[in-house]
């Protein structure tokens, strides 16, 4: 059984930075890509980064050069690194696992997430 469980949220004002963890179990966590999503008071969820079993990565235009996602296989730990925090970026951060990446010459881009999640963790980020 996969088990998904995040954490590093909180308040933070505009400007800051927090960095969420994600460590998973169950599986062998190297051979598995890995996804943050977020999802937003009365909005759908959205894919905010992925990373590949290879390290390939995937951003979403709202938080590219600001956001990084990282991976430690030996933790069995996705991260992501979030600086210079908006207000648009409160929302509940889920981890998820085996995302379907289609890759090519120009990069690695998350199509759809993959069946496992975790609890989540409420960022907020105030003004």
């Known amino acids: 059984q996969v088990q998904l469980v995040e954490s590093g949220g909180g308040l933070v004002q505009a400007g800051g930075s927090l960095r969420l963890s994600c460590t998973a179990s169950?599986?062998?966590?190297?051979?598995?890509?890995m996804a943050w999503y977020r999802q937003a008071p009365g909005k759908q969820r959205e894919l905010v980064a992925g990373?590949?079993?290879?390290?390939?990565?995937n951003y979403a235009d709202s938080v590219k050069g600001r956001f990084t996602i990282s991976r430690d296989n030996a933790k069995n730990t996705v991260y992501l690194q979030m600086n210079s925090l908006k207000p648009d970026d409160t929302a509940v951060y889920y981890c998820?696992?085996?995302?379907?990446?289609?890759?090519?010459?120009?990069?690695?881009?998350?199509?759809?997430?993959?069946?496992?999640w975790g609890q989540g963790t409420q960022v907020t980020v105030s003004s």
């Open positions: 990373i590949t079993s290879g390290g390939d990565t």
């Open positions: 169950g599986r062998i966590f190297s051979r598995n890509d």
């Open positions: 998820n696992t085996d995302p379907k990446f289609r890759c090519s010459l120009s990069g690695c881009y998350v199509l759809s997430a993959g069946n496992y």
